[in-house]
């Protein structure tokens, strides 16, 4: 089940270009349900939840192999 929080972005990202949100700036995401509460002032300097590590920009090593012949040369 989607929260009504989520449902209300997801709906506003996937709509008219006229009505999306967005279209007035970053701004128009801090009205937004599912972000109350972020402290928007900190969020650069916040930590993530999970950093992935990467050998490089072709490494897919954070990636799920869902075929093995992908994986094979």
Not at 15 to 25: I, W
Not at 44 to 70: I, M, Q
């Amino acid at each position: 089940r989607v929260p009504p929080a989520a449902r209300e972005l997801v709906l506003a990202l996937l709509c008219a270009r006229e009505r999306r949100l967005g279209r007035g700036g970053a701004r128009d995401f801090r009205q937004v349900a599912l972000f109350a509460g972020l402290r928007w002032g900190a969020l650069r300097r916040s930590r993530p939840p999970f950093a992935p590590s990467a050998a490089g920009a072709a490494d897919t090593g954070n990636f799920d192999v869902l075929d093995e012949s992908l994986s094979q040369p």
